[in-house]
């Protein structure tokens, strides 16, 4: 208006805030909610978030409603051989998370990864450097059915499991990963080089660190395999130890 300085001038319509522009209470409510369901569920891409009025899936009762689904799969031909399924052994939420190729006949029989006499090694290797599957490990395979006569697990195999391995590890959350195994590692981390270029290195899984080693099949038939083994274990222990995780390897020695 002529005449009138800015601090006298009155404020027209167009000068307010659009009726869009204002945040009305209903709606920030609704954001706010929103909020707290990611701060409490996470907001991983492709996760649905519970309702508010809903108690959160515990992760052992995700592991058992992921292993009915393996339980159920007819995904690749391995599932017309099988006796049965192997979907893994261990704590929830583990230190470590142990990755194999595929289950043998006595796991086959009985259900459970890493049961025969490449198990028991395995459990010895791990208890030399302070791990077991009762305390701080959860076994796990790449497949989840045993290929006829022990056979590798063929690429569309590996690929028709892998999902399931993925989901596991979402859920299983460790704070690292061991690989025994050139298919294990193939597997996990897309590598293709021998297990003798990939041993004993420090390589990554969407953030968790994973270490590379000779399946302890490998051993039982190439003692020689065993010195080299015990350098991948010791680094891998050290490799926990400076995340804070305190003991020492209690032997160096993984004969009998």
């Known amino acids: 208006m ?3 300085s800015p601090e006298t001038e009155p404020i027209g319509e167009a000068a307010r805030p659009a009726p869009s522009a204002i945040l009305d209470r209903q709606t920030l409510a609704e954001q706010l909610l929103l909020l707290e369901d990611y701060l409490r569920y996470g907001c991983r891409s492709g996760r649905t978030i519970p309702p508010l009025d809903e108690e959160p899936m515990s992760v052992e009762q995700a592991l058992a409603e992921l292993e009915a689904q393996v339980h159920s799969c007819t995904s690749c031909p391995l599932s017309q051989s099988r006796n049965r399924t192997v979907f893994g052994q261990g704590v929830a939420n583990p230190l470590v998370l142990v990755i194999g190729e595929g289950p043998g006949a006595e796991e086959d029989r ?4 890493f049961v025969g006499a490449s198990g ?20 796990a395979n790449i497949v989840k059915c045993r290929p006829p006569n022990n056979r590798e697990p063929s690429p569309a195999e590996r690929s028709a499991c892998i999902g399931y391995l993925r989901r596991q590890i979402e859920l299983l959350r460790p ?22 270029r990939i041993r004993g290195r ?5 953030g968790i660190p994973v270490v590379v080693t000779f399946h302890p099949s490998a051993l039982l038939r190439d003692a020689s395999l065993k010195r080299p083994a015990w350098e991948d274990l010791k680094r891998f222990r050290a490799l926990i ?12 020695d993984l004969d009998d």
């Open 175 to 196: 704070r690292f990963i061991l690989c025994v195994g050139r298919t294990a590692a193939h597997g996990l981390l897309d590598l293709t080089d021998p297990i003798s």
């Open 110 to 113: 009985q259900g459970l990864p």
């Open 120 to 139: 028991q090694l395995l459990d010895k290797m791990l208890a030399a450097i302070g791990l077991s599957r009762e305390s701080n490990c959860y076994i």
């Open 2 to 4: 002529k005449g009138m």
């Open 202 to 206: 420090t390589y990554q899984f969407e």
């Open 241 to 252: 130890d400076q995340a804070h995780f305190s003991r020492e390897p209690d032997s160096g």
